[in-house]
Antibody, heavy 120, light 107 residues
């Protein structure tokens, strides 16, 4: 069974960089897309972006100028960096595996989520 | 961007009821539509992919239908563990978007 686990600081200051890692266990990081989705408190889900294990990326235009997703196949990990954060970036951040199904991409395995607050 | 609109935003039902949640896309998305269940404090769980295919391990009381712009998630014979929030998600375009969610609670 594939498992994902997010790690990183729970508090980031405004204008600084949010950095999270996601460790994948129980399966290889190869041959899949790996992505990040966030959920502000009490609100819905926002897709941030994803990256194929070999390097191609797709980002949400709402954060594209500030976001980088990278994959480390040697560690079976992938990461998120979001620069110049504001209070609007406060959310639970989930890492997830995207599987290409018969039509489109579905997120079939998720991490438990990690709360990141942006505050001075 | 493709906007996804769910209705209702919330509904109350009883154990044993049949409920239907609707998701409408702002443009045709063929069957590039997935459904998720989320319980408080937990990550979403994939229920249905490609509009009508049941994810492995998901009970058969869950079903999905639709194509183009209109989709439905149906839960037959509600069980206590089904009270949760449900989200639709499209992946037709390069920008993946979710519906705003439908909260299902116990009447």
């Amino acid at each position: 069974q594939v498992q994902l686990q997010e790690s990183g600081p729970g508090l980031v200051k405004p204008s600084e960089t949010l950095s999270l890692n996601c460790t994948v266990s129980g399966g290889s990081i190869r041959n899949y897309y790996w992505g990040w989705i966030r959920q502000p408190p009490g609100k819905g889900l926002e897709w941030i972006g994803y990256m194929y294990y070999s390097g191609s990326t797709n980002y949400n235009p709402s954060v594209k100028s500030r976001v980088t997703i990278s994959v480390d196949t040697s560690k079976n990990q992938f990461s998120l960096k979001l620069t110049s954060v504001t209070v609007a970036d406060t959310a639970v951040y989930y890492c997830a595996r995207a599987t290409t199904v018969t039509h489109g991409d579905a997120f079939d395995f998720w991490g438990q989520g990690t709360m990141v607050s942006v505050s001075s | 961007d493709i906007q996804m609109t769910q209705s209702p935003s919330s509904l109350s039902a009883s154990v044993g009821d049949r409920v239907t949640i609707t998701c409408r896309a702002s443009q045709s998305i063929s069957t590039y539509l997935n459904w998720y269940q989320q319980k408080p404090g937990k990550a979403p769980k994939l229920l249905i992919y490609a509009a009508s295919s049941l994810q492995s391990g998901v009970p058969s009381r869950f079903s999905g239908s639709g194509s183009g712009t209109d989709f439905t998630l149906t839960i037959n014979s509600l069980q206590p563990e089904d009270f949760a929030t449900y989200f639709c998600q499209q992946s037709y375009g390069t920008l993946i978007t979710f519906g705003q969610g439908t909260r299902l609670d116990l009447k």
